[in-house]
T-cell receptor, first 112, second 115 residues
Framework: KAGVTQTPRYLIKTRGQQVTLSCSPISGHRSVSWYQQTPGQGLQFLFEYFSETQRNKGNFPGRFSGRQFSNSRSEMNVSTLELGDSALYLC???????????FGPGTRLLVL | AQTVTQSQPEMSVQEAETVTLSCTYDTSENNYYLFWYKQPPSRQMILVIRQEAYKQQNATENRFSVNFQKAAKSFSLKISDSQLGDTAMYFCAFNLFNTGNQFYFGTGTSLTVIP
């Protein structure tokens, strides 16, 4: 099976712009979670989607949003980008009842 | 609140030696899984080992083993016969059974294996 894929791998934006990141889970996995990773902060949980519904949400402002499509692919959107949004954004998938998350390679976002 | 603490931001070990990475967590729940994930410099996060909280026996996976102390809420990772490929960031995490399966991660320990 192919692993979790994320596009794009690298992205440079300027403050005030918006960005959309994409994640394709492992085939058959219906749960997709998003994390923000910054040095010293570890992985901060953004949200989890399961069967097109948001199941969990972390403590991030409303500028961060997501959605999941019927094929389980997920997108994450960040509006009105701030310098502090520069980070590695990781996506992870798992099956509906699975306990192990499988991570993608991440999207490195740089906000200038 | 659920928290995970990794008190060692950086560690190093000589090749072929043994190293232990510490992790403590806090939860009032009783049923959960614990994990150690590894993130090599290439950035792909992979699972190293997992432990079910209801199991008393410590999990092992080849050179990797854990010391799970449920009462102390401690979950350390021991790497035996360290190899250069073990150089990575290691994250401790746990996942609750009953609250939507959200994962909680620590801030990571950067391990360098010295030749």
């Amino acid at each position: 099976k192919a692993g979790v894929t994320q596009t794009p791998r690298y992205l440079i934006k300027t403050r005030g712009q918006q960005v959309t990141l994409s994640c394709s889970p492992i085939s058959g996995h219906r749960s997709v979670s998003w994390y923000q990773q910054t040095p010293g902060q570890g992985l901060q949980f953004l949200f989890e989607y399961f069967s097109e519904t948001q199941r969990n949400k972390g403590n991030f402002p409303g500028r961060f949003s997501g959605r999941q499509f019927s094929n389980s692919r997920s997108e994450m959107n960040v509006s009105t980008l701030e310098l502090g949004d520069s980070a590695l954004y990781l996506c992870a998938s798992r099956s509906g009842t699975g306990v192990i998350q499988y991570f993608g390679p991440g999207t490195r976002l740089l906000v200038l | 609140a659920q928290t995970v603490t990794q008190s060692q931001p950086e560690m190093s070990v000589q090749e072929a030696e043994t190293v232990t990475l510490s992790c403590t967590y806090d939860t009032s729940e009783n049923n959960y899984y614990l994990f150690w994930y590894k993130q090599p410099p290439s950035r792909q996060m992979i699972l190293v080992i997992r432990q079910e909280a209801y199991k008393q026996q410590n999990a092992t996976e080849n050179r990797f083993s854990v010391n799970f102390q449920k009462a102390a809420k401690s979950f350390s990772l021991k790497i035996s016969d360290s190899q250069l490929g073990d150089t990575a960031m290691y994250f401790c995490a746990f996942n609750l059974f009953n609250t939507g399966n959200q994962f909680y991660f620590g801030t990571g320990t950067s391990l360098t294996v010295i030749p």
